[in-house]
């Protein structure tokens, strides 16, 4: 992608309430899967954190603590820091520019490293290995990952997504990586339909005709509308075969 194709995708999402499937409910289960006592201060990475809908579900269950928000791009993190301040959380909540692959964390120092719906921009394999060091002994991982929800599916969705992310994989398979990597997982489980359509796509669709507005229906504003349609499509079709799966795992 080019660096214009990147503005334009930033420029679609940014003032989003969120930039991928979810909900506070889901990352509050999950954030209660780990034996973290919510009562310290802990310390937190949001890796991928967007414009942060999951930083702040996490700072307002985790009171004391501070959470480092990650993302590549500025937008994303100006867009956080302004609701940061307006809901007065920026004394906890900090914001990194950096790339999920070259984080400048030192090592050992987080008891939860959280990431949902972004891991996939290096792999789910790699982000669990290079990450293991920055968490103390003890410390969780919470990841959400696409994921194949039953054994088998119609050739047309196993394509559609082998071609555009050939991580894909079961559940036991994933869990399978994560107890190669020497993590101990603590739970699994899927996002529900209402986290993409009512939280993530719906919204998506709403937004169409003004961003193509804005862009005044140039080439690039509408191949980004088709692709997202397509996309959209194929989950509404296919939304019984892939989620997100919601991943928790102790480093041991
Ligand atoms: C699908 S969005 C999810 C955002 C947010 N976690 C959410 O669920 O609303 C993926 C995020 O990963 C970020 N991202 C992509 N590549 C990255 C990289 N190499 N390093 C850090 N963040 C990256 C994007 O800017 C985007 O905010």
């Known amino acids: 992608m080019t660096e214009e194709d990147f503005k334009l995708l930033v420029d679609f999402h940014v003032n989003a309430d969120r930039q991928g499937p979810g909900s506070d409910t889901e990352t509050e289960k999950?954030?209660?899967?780990?034996?973290?006592?919510?009562?310290k201060p802990l310390k937190v990475a949001d890796i991928g954190c967007g414009s942060g809908a999951q930083t702040f579900a996490l700072a307002t269950v985790l009171e004391k603590t501070e959470i480092t928000a990650v993302d590549l791009f500025n937008?994303?993190?100006?867009?956080?820091?302004?609701?940061a301040v307006q809901n007065n959380f920026d004394d906890r909540i900090i914001t990194l520019k950096e790339s999920m692959d070259q984080l400048s964390f030192d090592e050992g120092v987080f008891d939860l490293i959280w990431s949902e719906g972004a891991i996939y921009n290096i792999g789910f394999k790699k982000g669990l290995e290079d990450w293991k060091k920055y968490l103390k002994l003890g410390g969780y991982i919470a990841v959400s990952e696409i994921t194949w929800l039953t054994n088998s599916r119609p050739k047309e969705i196993e394509e559609y997504w082998n071609a555009a992310y050939p991580e894909i994989d079961t559940a036991s398979n994933k869990l399978g990586?994560?107890?190669?990597?020497?993590?101990?997982?603590?739970?699994?489980?899927?996002?529900?339909?209402?986290?993409?359509?009512?939280?993530?796509?719906?919204?998506?669709?709403?937004?169409?005709?003004?961003?193509?507005?804005?862009?005044?229906?140039?080439?690039?504003a509408k191949n980004l509308v088709t692709q997202e349609k397509e996309e959209i499509k194929m989950y509404k079709q296919f939304k019984d075969y892939y989620s997100y799966g919601f991943y928790i795992a102790k480093k041991v």
């Open 30 to 39: 999950a954030l209660s899967l780990t034996n973290l006592d919510f009562e």
């Open 75 to 83: 937008a994303f993190l100006m867009q956080l820091n302004l609701k």
């Open 177 to 220: 990586v994560i107890e190669e990597l020497g993590y101990q997982p603590v739970g699994y489980f899927p996002l529900k339909q209402e986290s993409w359509l009512d939280n993530y796509y719906g919204p998506i669709e709403d937004r169409f005709e003004a961003f193509l507005e804005e862009n005044n229906h140039s080439e690039k």
